[in-house]
């Protein structure tokens, strides 16, 4: 049973800065796709970024050249590191893995409060 741990969410003023861990347990196939998702209130879940296991990236256009995310592929690891926070990110962030034949987890989320 593969777990997904997130850690890191918490309030920030605009302007600054956080960084999210979300770390995978659990026998997992090495070839997968770890990402960050978000869902604000009353809002749908959406994608804020994805990384392969090859360190190949996708990003959604309202995070770029704000948002990075990397992985440590020994540690299971992925990291989301947000800068410019604007009250707009104001969400819960989910990590998703998804490994082979499309079999996908989720954390259960942490909350980034970015207040104005």
């Known amino acids: 049973q593969v777990q997904l741990v997130e850690s890191g969410g918490g309030l920030v003023q605009a302007g600054g800065s956080l960084r999210l861990s979300c770390a995978a347990s659990g026998r997992m196939s090495s070839n997968n796709v770890m990402g960050w998702y978000r869902q604000a209130p009353g809002k749908q879940r959406e994608l804020v970024a994805t990384?392969?296991?090859?360190?190949?990236?996708n990003y959604a256009d309202s995070v770029k050249g704000r948002f990075t995310i990397s992985r440590d592929n020994a540690k299971n690891t992925v990291y989301l590191q947000g800068n410019s926070l604007k009250p707009a990110d104001t969400a819960v962030y989910y990590c998703?893995?998804?490994?082979?034949?499309?079999?996908?987890?989720w954390g259960k989320g942490t909350l980034v409060t970015v207040s104005s």
């Open positions: 998703r893995l998804v490994v082979s034949a499309g079999v996908t987890y």
């Open positions: 990384i392969t296991n090859g360190g190949r990236t």
